[in-house]
């Protein structure tokens, strides 16, 4: 399987708890994304990379959350001192080009208890 | 502030019809659009790209984009009940991130 593979794809964590999930895009696309969807919502944009590089980071992202992608390969997205409220779908996806669509993993869902 | 909205639905269409999906836009800068498909705790799957003015066919789909009007849409024609999924219609502007709209609900009824 070439596609986006992402782990764990279940994680139940106690608030307070760090987690860490991880990102494999497909291998030769260079732009990487990290999402993070609710109920009834569209995906909503937590962090993008250009190879090694970290781009962009939403402002709605709070100093709890960071991510890195050392080798411009695989990524890694950590939350600190989970809450309830983080609680969601973690989605990473990979593009090939500037103008072209993501690809999805199969998602990471959270429950903070 | 960039959106992109849609219709939440459920839009309901019988079987065999053809589904309508819509999508408006608000930064004239775009420069790409797309359409995803996301059935329930699944995520999203891209099933249509377009760039340019006009139609795009790829099978029972095709996109229709209106730079001047900012309305991208989605036809899904002899829909079937496996169509039945949240449609969400994604627009690229000028630099790497998308925008994304919550989503149409659609249903097929056999």
């Known amino acids: 399987d070439t596609g986006v593979s992402q782990d764990p794809r279940h994680k139940i964590t106690k608030r307070g708890q760090n987690v860490t999930f991880r990102c494999d895009p497909i291998?030769?696309?260079?732009?990487l994304y990290w999402y993070r969807q609710t109920l009834g919502q569209g995906p909503e944009f937590l962090t993008y990379?250009?190879?090694?590089?970290?781009?962009?980071k939403s402002r709605l992202l709070s100093d709890r959350f960071s991510a890195e992608r050392p080798k411009g390969s695989f990524s890694t997205l950590e939350i600190q001192r989970t809450e309830q409220g983080d609680s969601a779908m973690y989605l990473c996806?990979?593009?090939?080009?500037?103008?072209?669509?993501?690809?999805f993993g199969q998602g990471t869902r959270l429950t903070v208890v | 502030q960039k959106e992109v909205e849609q219709n939440s639905g459920p839009l309901s269409v019988p079987e065999g019809a053809i589904a309508s999906l819509n999508c408006t836009y608000s930064?004239?800068?775009?420069?790409?659009f797309f359409w995803y498909r996301q059935y329930s705790g699944k995520s999203p799957e891209l099933i249509m790209s377009?760039?340019s003015n006009g139609d795009k066919e790829d099978g029972r789909f095709t996109a229709q984009l209106n730079k001047a009007s900012q309305y991208v849409s989605l036809l899904i024609r002899d829909s079937q009940p496996s169509d039945s999924a949240t449609y969400l219609c994604?627009?690229?502007?000028?630099?790497?991130?998308?925008?994304w709209g919550a989503g149409t609900k659609l249903i097929i009824k056999p």
């Open positions: 996806a990979s593009s090939p080009g500037t103008r072209d669509g993501a690809f």
């Open positions: 291998s030769e696309h260079n732009r």
């Open positions: 990379f250009q190879n090694e590089a970290q781009l962009e």
């Open positions: 930064d004239r800068g775009s420069q790409s």
């Open positions: 377009i760039y």
């Open positions: 994604a627009v690229k502007p000028s630099n790497y991130q998308l925008i």
